[in-house]
């Protein structure tokens, strides 16, 4: 049995993912950490930035994987659209390689941005600059720890939002430093902004189909490595 720890961003995926491929809650854990078979996930937080505290004291896993939702640049993307990039460029231009999984084919580059790309004239220009299919805020930093580890490193991705729809700051803004979404928040959101409901629910559609898109090429790895 060849172990394969999986990192996500926020709480939403890291549950959703959970209960999509029946992962058990690890007993005592302060936040979202999931456990069954060859499988572990871990939510490291929005800019993977409890990645360390976090996934540091963990065993050493056989397969690290960057794992969640994505914005799509490229304008062919839809909702769903599976991204398993070979490189991910990071917000300085360099150039991290991915490793290869079974099963999985790999294409093209994601970019790793420094902040939620809100409009879609952004992705658009992201887009022409950079060649990237697909934006997020964690795979670079993933990628560099892994590296620095030793330990090799995939990202499975999928599209929440194509490129025709950016993520307004205000939905944004209703996750925490922690990965935590706030209830709170987004109803004082849909007061304040009448398209915020809207938005907002797009962009659930959009992250649960991303969601089941990810879980089934989970579930693939794992049936490879059992």
Known sequence: MTRVLVLTAIDVEARGLARHLDLARVPGAAHPHFRTGVLELVCVGPGARDLEARAGGLERPALLVSAGVCGALAPHLNEGDLIVPEVVLDARGARHATAEVAGLRRRGTLLGVT???????????LWLETGSLACDMESA???AWAAARGVPA???????????RGVPPDLAALVEPDGRV???????????RPRALADALALRSGTNAALRSVAQALARIARDRA
């Open 141 to 143: 930093v993933i990628l």
């Open 115 to 125: 902040e939620v790309v809100a409009t879609p004239d952004a992705k658009a220009r």
């Open 154 to 164: 995939a990202v499975v991705r999928a599209v929440a939002d194509p490129a025709s």
């Open 182 to 192: 706030r209830s709170a928040r987004a109803v004082r959101a849909a007061l304040a």
